[in-house]
């Protein structure tokens, strides 16, 4: 750690030079006198120092936060030494407020003497959030000498996105062969009644369906649809994202994958994710809470990586991406590749619903409130609406803003069913 | 609060010279003065209030220039002191603004400044009690010891500004 001399040394100086020129200008002996306490202040901001010595420690509330929760940041310091003015700086990272207290503090201890120091930050948008340490710097006497270092302690803290429990999910078109909440439309053992049939040897008497086997005259049984699991593989487009940090449209949709992934694995599906952008990454279909970590530990990671690279869907293994599963797309559809890359997931029959979030909010946050800028967004919603009305002829696409509950908008999709019970 | 304080000592830098000199014609000089450092200290800049407090220096020097008083060396010691202790509370203000301040830091502080001030008027008194000796031992060399002592402080300018400038570990 090295002392340094600080602006307030040129001041003194600067008036040291004045008061002299004046003096030898006027023969005024006052005028040397005056530069005599400026002298002597600045020979005692340059006495020697015992090197500092001192430990800090500091506690974090939490390791793990949903957005906009608060996380208390506690510093204790222990002083070794005499610390005369020691200040402490600890930087907030982007996305994070100061909600109490403050980040930036001074104190002055004895040898042995302990303080301790805490703030409050508030996380705005998820993220991995990162803190280095706080810097810290000496003051000399009157401040006319500093001495500067960090104190390297860094700590992660995972902010999660905030979602609602949605009442209301996309029902898979195929199952599992694994037990769960879907009825299957082939015919097994389950509790959800489907065709009526004639009685065979081997049929169990408890599937007699007694009301028809009088109306018919002959024994008949109810066959059941099994209740099965499904794959849901959830696709967050991370090509591009527009709108104000913390809120863009990669935001809007996280939350949304966040909270379909909770509503899936809490009905036992397995759930996988792909990000589709400048890096290709995956997370294996599985379920459980573990899975469920896996994937918002995934999900506060994403970010949008330029690249002009398109990624081929086909890269991705059968396994994280099976044929049987549902696929789940967020994306703002700003970005030509994804939309090619959805058609041609379409285009091999795999079940799809595009999820697009409207980046025309996220950017009116961005852009002056104007009249063009309201011309401008309608002129877009339009556009927008009669592409998606080209795309519907293929693909399955659910608009939703970001902002209105993800259930609303998944309750106006619209899509062929398909047959309950496979042909004979 | 420090804000108040820096406040009060640039009225002590302005007001002195007008002990000397209780001119309006010296408050074309003051006003700027008090313009100028108000700003440092609204701005909490201590350049500016280091400009401010140059120009106030200026209208002591012409003070005395044109009311040539006996030399009086408490008022010179008093403007010494407010000088130091105005640019030492802006730089403190400026660094813990918007900072949390132990009660200690603050103690500490004062009891700094207090050193510092104290300092240099002994300093004034030892420095006054060897010139008076000097000058009984050599009569009639006033102008001489004026200009060997600006050239002295000239002199410890220099130094200081070497001394500071040099990092020690």
Same mark, same amino acid.
């Given at each position: 750690?090295?002392?340094?001399?600080?602006?307030?040394?040129?001041?003194?100086?600067?008036?040291?030079?004045?008061?002299?020129?004046?003096?030898?200008?006027?023969? /005024?002996?006052?005028?040397?006198?005056?530069?005599?306490?400026?002298? +002597?202040?600045?020979?005692?901001?340059?006495?020697?120092?015992?090197?500092?010595?001192?430990?800090?420690?500091?506690?974090?509330?939490?390791?793990?936060?949903?957005?906009?929760?608060?996380?208390?940041?506690?510093?204790?310091?222990?002083?070794?030494?005499?610390?005369?003015?020691?200040?402490?700086?600890?930087?907030?990272?982007?996305?994070?407020?100061?909600?109490?207290?403050?980040?930036?503090?001074?104190?002055?201890?004895?040898?042995?003497?302990?303080?301790?120091?805490?703030?409050?930050?508030?996380?705005?948008? /998820?993220?991995?959030?990162?803190?280095?340490?706080?810097?810290?710097?000496? &003051?000399?006497?009157?401040?006319?000498?500093?001495?500067?270092?960090?104190?390297?302690?860094?700590?992660?803290?995972?902010?999660?996105?905030?979602?609602?429990?949605?009442?209301?999910?996309?029902?898979?078109?195929?199952?599992?062969?694994?037990?769960?909440?879907?009825?299957?439309?082939?015919?097994?053992?389950?509790?959800?009644?489907?065709?009526?049939?004639?009685?065979?040897?081997?049929?169990?008497?408890?599937?007699?369906?007694?009301?028809?086997?009088? /109306?018919?005259?002959?024994?008949?049984?109810?066959?059941?649809?099994?209740?099965?699991?499904?794959?849901?593989?959830?696709?967050?487009?991370?090509?591009?994202?527009?709108?104000?940090?913390?809120?863009?449209?990669?935001?809007?949709?996280?939350?949304?994958?966040?909270?379909?992934?909770?509503?899936?694995?809490?009905?036992?599906?397995?759930?996988?994710?792909?990000?589709?952008?400048? @890096?290709?990454? &995956?997370?294996?279909?599985?379920?459980?809470?573990?899975? %469920?970590?896996?994937?918002?530990?995934?999900?506060?990671?994403?970010?949008?990586?330029?690249?002009? +690279?398109?990624?081929?869907?086909?890269?991705?293994? $059968?396994?994280?991406?099976?044929?049987?599963?549902?696929?789940?797309?967020?994306?703002?559809?700003?970005?030509?590749?994804? @939309?090619?890359?959805?058609?041609?997931? $379409?285009?091999?029959?795999?079940?799809?619903?595009?999820?697009?979030?409207?980046?025309?909010?996220?950017?009116?946050? +961005?852009?002056?409130?104007?009249?063009?800028?309201?011309?401008?967004?309608?002129?877009?919603?339009?556009?927008?609406?009669?592409?998606?009305?080209?795309?519907?002829?293929?693909?399955?696409?659910?608009?939703?803003?970001?902002?209105?509950?993800?259930?609303?908008?998944?309750?106006? /999709?619209?899509?062929?069913?398909?047959?309950?019970?496979?042909?004979? | 609060?420090?804000?108040?304080?820096?406040?009060? %000592?640039? #009225? =002590?830098?302005?007001?002195?010279?007008?002990?000397? #000199?209780?001119?309006?014609?010296?408050?074309? %000089?003051? =006003?700027? $003065?008090?313009? +100028?450092?108000?700003?440092?200290?609204?701005?909490?800049?201590?350049? @500016?209030?280091?400009?401010?407090?140059?120009?106030?220096?200026?209208?002591? !020097?012409?003070?005395?220039?044109?009311?040539?008083?006996?030399?009086?060396?408490?008022?010179?010691?008093?403007?010494?002191?407010?000088?130091?202790?105005?640019?030492?509370?802006?730089?403190?203000?400026?660094?813990?603004?918007?900072?949390?301040?132990?009660? *200690?830091?603050?103690?500490?502080?004062?009891?700094?400044?207090?050193?510092?001030?104290?300092?240099?008027?002994?300093?004034?008194?030892?420095?006054?009690?060897?010139?008076?000796?000097?000058?009984?031992?050599?009569?009639?060399? *006033?102008? !001489?010891?004026?200009?060997?002592?600006?050239?002295?402080? %000239?002199?410890?300018?220099?130094?200081?500004?070497?001394?500071?400038?040099?990092?020690?570990?």
């Amino acid at each position: 750690m090295s002392w340094h001399p600080t602006i307030l040394n040129v001041s003194f100086v600067t008036l040291v030079a004045w008061a002299v020129f004046l003096g030898a200008f006027t023969r /005024r002996v006052e005028l040397i006198v005056v530069t005599v306490p400026l002298l +002597v202040a600045v020979a005692i901001g340059r006495r020697a120092r015992p090197a500092p010595a001192w430990d800090l420690s500091r506690q974090l509330s939490a390791q793990r936060l949903v957005e906009d929760e608060r996380l208390r940041v506690t510093f204790t310091l222990r002083a070794h030494t005499d610390l005369p003015l020691i200040e402490f700086l600890e930087p907030l990272p982007p996305l994070v407020h100061l909600e109490r207290g403050r980040n930036h503090a001074f104190f002055s201890l004895r040898d042995g003497e302990q303080a301790e120091w805490s703030f409050e930050l508030r996380c705005s948008a /998820r993220h991995q959030l990162r803190l280095g340490g706080p810097h810290v710097r000496l &003051w000399g006497p009157l401040g006319l000498a500093a001495a500067e270092t960090r104190q390297r302690e860094p700590a992660t803290v995972a902010i999660y996105p905030r979602f609602t429990a949605l009442r209301r999910l996309p029902r898979p078109a195929r199952t599992q062969t694994f037990m769960g909440n879907h009825v299957s439309p082939a015919q097994g053992e389950g509790i959800e009644p489907g065709d009526i049939r004639p009685f065979v040897p081997g049929d169990q008497i408890r599937h007699v369906n007694w009301r028809a086997t009088l /109306r018919l005259g002959g024994l008949h049984v109810t066959q059941h649809h099994p209740e099965r699991n499904a794959d849901v593989i959830l696709i967050v487009d991370t090509l591009s994202a527009v709108g104000p940090g913390g809120a863009t449209v990669l935001d809007a949709a996280v939350r949304g994958a966040a909270a379909l992934a909770a509503g899936y694995l809490a009905r036992k599906d397995r759930v996988g994710l792909i990000e589709y952008g400048g @890096v290709l990454r &995956w997370v294996r279909p599985g379920s459980g809470r573990a899975q %469920l970590q896996r994937l918002l530990d995934t999900l506060i990671r994403m970010d949008v990586v330029f690249t002009y +690279v398109t990624k081929d869907l086909d890269l991705v293994p $059968a396994r994280i991406l099976p044929p049987q599963a549902l696929v789940i797309a967020f994306s703002p559809l700003l970005d030509l590749r994804f @939309v090619k890359a959805v058609t041609d997931l $379409a285009a091999r029959d795999v079940d799809l619903v595009v999820v697009a979030v409207s980046p025309i909010g996220p950017t009116r946050a +961005v852009v002056p409130p104007s009249a063009v800028a309201d011309v401008a967004a309608r002129l877009w919603t339009l556009e927008r609406r009669a592409w998606f009305d080209k795309l519907r002829r293929g693909l399955t696409i659910v608009e939703w803003d970001g902002v209105e509950p993800l259930d609303l908008a998944l309750a106006s /999709r619209r899509r062929p069913r398909r047959p309950r019970a496979l042909p004979a | 609060m420090t804000r108040l304080g820096a406040f009060a %000592l640039l #009225l =002590v830098v302005i007001a002195l010279p007008l002990t000397v #000199l209780p001119s309006p014609q010296l408050c074309w %000089l003051l =006003v700027p $003065a008090f313009l +100028v450092g108000g700003l440092g200290v609204v701005a909490l800049s201590a350049p @500016v209030t280091t400009a401010g407090a140059a120009v106030a220096l200026i209208a002591y !020097a012409v003070a005395l220039l044109i009311e040539r008083p006996p030399p009086d060396l408490v008022v010179a010691t008093l403007l010494g002191s407010a000088l130091v202790l105005l640019l030492t509370v802006v730089h403190f203000a400026r660094r813990v603004h918007g900072a949390a301040v132990s009660p *200690a830091a603050l103690r500490s502080e004062i009891r700094e400044w207090s050193m510092a001030v104290a300092a240099g008027v002994l300093a004034v008194g030892v420095l006054t009690i060897a010139g008076t000796a000097l000058r009984l031992l050599l009569p009639d060399a *006033a102008a !001489a010891l004026v200009i060997v002592g600006a050239l002295g402080a %000239l002199m410890a300018v220099v130094g200081v500004t070497a001394f500071v400038s040099i990092e020690n570990d």
